[in-house]
């Protein structure tokens, strides 16, 4: 008898959870494909009714569609990026063309966009009058198929249609060769002691990597971005200059070379941009943002990267005098600036990176940092869940509950790194919350910290810790969501605001009385000493001018790849590296000791990712996150009534409303940029 499909009905788990563990592989494939047949049948059904057109049989009846292809697309991402194998990536593969043509046959459905249009003129009419939520999904509606290419002649949607298609391909290929240069460039060490400044957690989890990939000595594994955290501590140069050396040259040959869909994938998008009527590609996607075009996007981004140029170049001085009295006669490396950077923080603030390890214990870092922010703002607490299943071995549920106990959702968590899954950290929802749908929601955090040895605890650096907040602030969107419209839900937000929720969680992750509890030495249980939490405080903005020329030099690095038109992008792998190069000089970002937090090559968030043209998004979005820290300090700071407002004026609305709108209504005011310059020392 053939075994029924677990994706095809509705989950029975707790929390609609997606039954990973009775699910095979080509489970994800068959559901998908079905999803897509029946979400169009659903649709037709929209298409051709002849009644009047109403909220209930327009918006509600849409809302209502695709729901097995939504509750499969939900199952399969996380495993398809967290825990992927050659079956997954195949079946990614196999799928994104096809996804990308359901969209578009969508989106370029006469018929739908007609019902839609009568709808609107209804309301116009006053002839139906929608509350404020859905008021603004239907304009939204209406716009996507405007954006969508709706008004363009057979020939042209049929290009639209061709363009989708490849590019779907191009980012599921580009994620696939990435995750996987990204395991090959792993260094291999066989001599122990070229492991100094390691601590024994870091050493064993060095030893237990190797173990996996059947390798004797230890084998020091690489995250996503260009500057790999070991080299604030390890103390061999030669070892930091290959660990460097493995991570930009990520990319650029082999069987894992990404540089030809660099290219492909730059052209296709300016020739779609070109299509849809907008001067380039960077331009099309802003017109959606909070930002609204790239000319407010570049005033920013040239205002602020070529001053933190200017801070990074004071601080190598510095860093070169110190490397000096290290290592007579040498001269400042890429490779030693975390280093050397580390001991000045150290003797400047008598800060150690390795010192701070052992008091940044996930597990106490999750429980009396993390959640005990949330609680603290919002009255919401976290209960393990042993009995349900994650999407992975590594993988457990907490339930979520309200302050009166009831049910508000779950959140998974996935902290550890694995050869399938790819870099990076990320929140993914698994299932939306939505009132329509009587869904609560259900989120995933998932990070990639190095896995400890058996029964050793998982020690966090400090950018680990502030990482773990920001995600789980994605997360808090996702969870506080109170929406009636599943496509509206949580993080379902224009591009250049979905990171501002996420920023201004990091802030907690600072706060001295959060700090006290939650940093404590894992074996002593003795807290951290005051004097290196003050230390920690004061030393917040050091090194910003390299923080902020990495991160600066991505975002231009993008809008380069998106502004230029298609005749000026290079059409061959071989020009990657010097369009590279010459983008970063012309915006005066240009700085061979602080290279891009990403190069072309592996940056999975513009070739791979939702991120195209608008990596940009973490600094606008940080304009919101400057304002509303400025806000929190003004009133009270981590407080219940605080937490409350903003989760009621801000974090429940998700996607709902205008978010400049419900800004304003939380704010009381457009948000302030000074606040961000005042940040980073450049008022």
């Known amino acids: 008898m053939t075994r029924p499909n677990p994706l095809l009905s509705p989950s029975v788990l707790p929390h609609h959870l997606p039954p990973h563990s009775e699910l095979e592989d080509d489970d994800y ?24 057109p109403t909220v209930e049989n327009v918006l509600e009846a849409w809302e209502r569609s695709g729901q097995t292809l939504r509750r499969s697309m939900d199952a399969f991402w996380p495993v398809a990026a967290a825990d992927t194998n050659d079956r997954r990536d195949a079946i990614r593969g196999e799928l994104a063309p096809l996804l990308a043509s359901h969209a578009d ?4 459905d006469r018929r739908l966009y007609d019902r839609l249009l009568a709808l609107r003129a209804r309301v116009e009419a006053g002839e139906v009058t929608p509350d404020e939520e859905t008021a603004w999904l239907l304009h939204e509606s209406v716009r996507a198929y405007e954006r969508g290419g709706i008004a363009l002649d057979d020939a042209g949607q049929a290009r639209l249609r061709e363009i989708n298609a490849e590019l779907a391909t191009l980012a599921a290929e580009f994620n696939e060769r990435a995750v996987a240069g990204r395991n090959a460039a792993a260094v291999h060490v066989t001599d122990r002691d070229r492991l100094a400044g390691l ?12 173990q996996a990939r059947g390798l004797d000595g230890w084998l020091v594994e ?64 802003a017109s959606d943002g909070c ?62 990176e390795s010192l701070l390890r052992p008091y940044l214990e996930l597990e106490r870092v999750l429980h009396e940092g993390v959640f005990a922010a949330a609680t603290a703002l919002y009255g919401i607490t976290f209960h393990e869940q042993p009995g349900l299943v994650g999407y992975t071995a590594d993988a457990r549920v907490l339930e979520v509950r309200e302050p009166d106990g009831s049910v508000l959702g779950a959140v998974v968590l996935d902290p550890w790194t694995r050869p399938g899954k790819q870099g990076g950290a990320w929140m993914t929802s698994l299932v939306d919350q939505s009132h329509l749908l009587g869904h609560r929601p259900v989120v995933t955090n998932t990070c990639n910290l190095s896995r400890p040895a058996p029964g050793r605890p998982t020690l966090m650096s400090w950018d680990e810790v502030i990482t773990l907040f920001h995600e789980f602030g994605h997360d808090l969107h996702g969870l506080l969501s109170d929406v009636r419209y599943p496509s509206r839900s949580g993080t379902a937000t224009p591009q250049d605001f979905v990171e501002f929720p996420s920023q201004v969680n990091e802030i907690w992750a600072w706060d001295p009385q959060l700090l006290a509890r939650y940093a404590v030495h894992h074996e002593t249980g003795e807290p951290m000493p005051p004097e290196w939490i003050a230390t920690l405080l004061e030393a917040r903005e050091f090194d910003q001018g390299h923080e902020m020329t990495e991160s600066y030099a991505a975002m231009l690095l993008d809008q380069a790849w998106h502004q230029t038109p298609l005749d000026r992008l290079p059409s061959s792998a071989d020009e990657v590296e010097a369009f590279e190069q010459e983008a970063l000089e012309r915006a005066g970002m240009a700085f061979d000791l602080v290279p891009p937090r990403y190069r072309s090559t592996y940056f999975s968030h513009v070739f791979a990712s939702g991120y195209a043209a608008s990596y940009y998004s973490y600094m606008w979005s940080e304009v919101y996150d400057a304002d509303t820290v400025a806000w929190f300090a003004a009133n009270g700071g981590l407080t219940r009534e605080t937490g409350e407002r903003f989760r009621r004026e801000l974090l429940a609305r998700g996607g709902s409303l205008d978010v400049t709108e419900v800004y304003r209504r939380f704010r009381g005011q457009d948000p302030d940029v000074q606040h961000l310059l005042d940040r980073h020392g450049l008022a």
């Not at 601590?199 to 190797?210: I, K, S």
């Not at 140069?237 to 040959?253: D, K």
């Not at 490397?323 to 603030?349: H, I, K």
């Open 199 to 210: 601590d024994d957690a870091e050493v064993d989890g060095a030893r237990a990597a190797a």
């Open 291 to 352: 930002a609204g075009s790239t000319e407010a996007v570049m005033q920013i981004l040239t205002r602020v990267g070529p001053a933190a140029v200017r801070n990074a170049r004071a601080e190598a001085q510095v860093l070169q005098e110190r490397l000096q009295q290290v290592e007579p006669g040498a001269v400042l490396e890429p490779w030693d600036w975390p280093y050397v950077a580390n001991l000045v923080r150290g003797e400047r603030y008598s800060l150690d």
């Open 105 to 108: 046959t969508i989106l370029l």
């Open 29 to 52: 494939r068959e559901a998908i494909l079905e999803g897509m047949a029946e979400q169009l049948r659903e649709l037709d059904a929209v298409a051709t009714d002849a009644s009047v």
């Open 222 to 285: 690489l995250v996503n971005t260009t500057v790999q955290p070991r080299l604030a501590v390890l103390q061999d140069r030669t070892l930091r200059e290959e660990l460097h050396r493995a991570s930009v040259s990520r990319g650029l040959s082999g069987e894992h070379d990404t540089r030809d869909l660099v290219v492909r994938t730059a052209r296709l998008r300016a020739e779609k941009a070109a299509l849809l009527g907008h001067e380039h590609y960077a331009a099309y996607v």
